[in-house]
């Protein structure tokens, strides 16, 4: 096989060039050497900072390079719940971040190079309560960072606050929109997250949140196309989705008999 092909007028490497090409890459990369591990920093990593969880939604957090986090939800009946993963030495649960979170980098085409960070502001900067923090940290939903394996009962008030706070601001957001804008309403609302709002805050009930029963799962539509969620008596979501099969073919049928009626008398005439 030739090292070369002609693609528009260009000569490109041929399949087997480039096959070996990328062989010799990856082997390249699998050689390149890491740097010394100290006993001193590995002692320290196994110092864990903790993230827990009091709200009822779990949270994904993508951080690039380091890894996705998953926190989840605090079961009802539980106080908090811990972010943890299984150590794949021990097979045992434990907290994913240790004091000193530490990330392999290409540092030439031989070595490999060690940057550190902090494990306590990482996990800061990860719920977005960092030096820059961000505008939606999760804190709102009860998430806080800690270096005790088990939460004081302040930091869990402070978490119960700030979710609470969060609850307030979602209830009073669907009761208004309901009052207010009923097709925003039916579009917006929803029972994954404005129902358990409610029901952190103990309003879950037709006398404190009226708007519940307009917006019940149990008796709405949720378009498996669009996503959106419709009234049981309509056919099609907005975007013109057939939601509801029976009820569609049953309104097509007296739409025809409609058509046909107007046709005839028509002709009649």
Not at 22 to 47: S, Y
Not at 102 to 108: A, D, F
Not at 144 to 149: D, E, R, T
Request: glycine letters at 4%.
């Amino acid at each position: 096989m030739p090292n070369t092909v002609s693609y528009q007028g260009r000569a490109v490497p041929s399949q087997e060039v480039a096959e070996r090409s990328i062989a010799q890459k990856r082997q390249a990369g699998r050689n390149r050497v890491l740097p010394i591990k100290l006993k001193v920093i590995e002692d320290l990593k196994k110092q864990k900072v903790h993230i827990f969880n009091v709200g009822p939604w779990p949270q994904q957090v993508n951080t690039g390079s380091t890894g996705t986090f998953y926190i989840p939800r605090c079961p009802s009946g539980r106080d908090y719940v811990e972010m943890l993963v299984v150590n794949p030495k021990t097979q045992e649960m434990e907290p994913p971040i240790s004091i000193i979170v530490e990330e392999m980098v290409i540092k030439s085409e031989d070595e490999m190079t060690c940057l550190s960070d902090d494990g306590f502001e990482f996990a800061r900067r990860m719920i977005g309560t960092g030096p820059r923090p961000s505008p939606f940290p999760l804190t709102r939903f009860g998430i806080f960072v800690s270096m005790n394996a088990v939460p004081t009962q302040q930091e869990l008030s402070t978490a119960h606050a700030a979710l609470e706070r969060e609850c307030e601001k979602l209830v009073k957001w669907a009761a208004d929109t309901y009052v207010t804008d009923r097709k925003l309403f039916s579009l917006a609302v929803r029972p994954d997250v404005h129902f358990i709002a409610a029901r952190v805050l103990g309003r879950d009930n037709p006398q404190d949140s009226p708007w519940m029963l307009d917006a019940s799962p149990q008796k709405r539509i949720k378009c498996k196309m669009c996503g959106r969620v419709c009234d049981p008596d309509v056919a099609t979501c907005e975007a013109g989705h057939v939601v509801n099969m029976e009820l569609y073919l049953e309104l097509k049928a007296a739409e025809e008999q409609v058509q046909a009626a107007v046709s005839a008398t028509k002709k009649e005439k």
